[in-house]
């Protein structure tokens, strides 16, 4: 198995530009996260989706902020617009849950910068 | 409001020695408890997953305990190596709930 795949792996983008990132979890995972992690604040959960469906979206920072996982195999993060606030490194995590066994595998990473 | 703290935040070490890393809790009721070892610039890779009813796990020379009437937790290395050197996180989650909470991690540098 590839693991979980997240692309593209650096982006740099101007202030107000849209952003898309995107993420393969492993084949045959249920639960997909999408977490943020910044020096400051270090690792912050976004949001989270079971069967596809989002479970818990309380950590998206704003409405400029959305997810989708149309299916099982692909999910992606959307800021529109960006700011430069918005710089940190996005992770994409996916975990196969049986009886609340939560343990994750996490993709490399998008490091994101907003200029 | 669950929050993980570890100390130290950084530690130098020769190589050899064994070390220990720890990682508190403020909410007992977890449900996991999981390590994680990031290299720079890449994603976080587990370690070691403890199920609230386990008190340690072990993998080669990693072993990680839990204690959680304290609200602690310990990953040890043995005979640490220079590519031992990462950032270690512990993260917690609660029952029912897929939402992990993490430390802010334990620079380690290994020195040879």
């Known amino acids: 198995d590839a693991g979980v795949i997240q692309s593209p792996r650096h982006e740099v983008t101007e202030m107000g530009q849209e952003v898309t990132l995107r993420c393969k979890p492993i084949?045959?995972?249920?639960?997909l996260f999408w977490y943020r992690q910044t020096m400051m604040r270090g690792l912050e959960l976004l949001i989270y989706?079971?069967?596809?469906?989002?479970?818990?979206d309380s950590g998206m920072p704003e409405d400029r902020f959305s997810a989708k996982m149309p299916n099982a195999s692909f999910s992606t993060l959307k800021i529109q617009p960006s700011e430069p606030r918005d710089s940190a490194v996005y992770f994409c995590?996916?975990?196969?849950?049986?009886?609340?066994?939560?343990?994750?595998?996490f993709g490399s990473g998008t490091r994101l910068t907003v200029v | 409001k669950q929050e993980v703290t570890q100390i130290p935040a950084a530690l130098s070490v020769p190589e050899g020695e064994n070390l220990v890393l720890n990682c508190s809790f403020t909410?007992?009721?977890?449900?996991?408890l999981q390590w994680f070892r990031q290299d720079p610039g890449k994603g976080l890779t587990s370690l070691l997953l403890?199920?609230?009813?386990?008190r340690e796990q072990t993998s080669g020379r990693l072993n990680a305990s839990l204690d959680k009437s304290s609200g602690r937790s310990t990953l040890y290395i043995a005979a640490s190596q220079p590519g031992d050197s990462a950032t270690y996180l512990c993260?917690?989650?609660?029952?029912?709930?897929?939402?992990?909470?993490f430390g802010t991690g334990t620079r380690l540098k290994v020195l040879a």
């Open positions: 995590a996916s975990s196969l849950t049986i009886r609340g066994h939560y343990g994750y595998t």
């Open positions: 084949s045959g995972h249920n639960s």
């Open positions: 989706f079971n069967n596809n469906v989002p479970i818990d």
């Open positions: 909410d007992s009721a977890i449900y996991n």
């Open positions: 403890i199920q609230s009813s386990q």
């Open positions: 993260a917690v989650n609660r029952p029912g709930t897929y939402k992990y909470i």
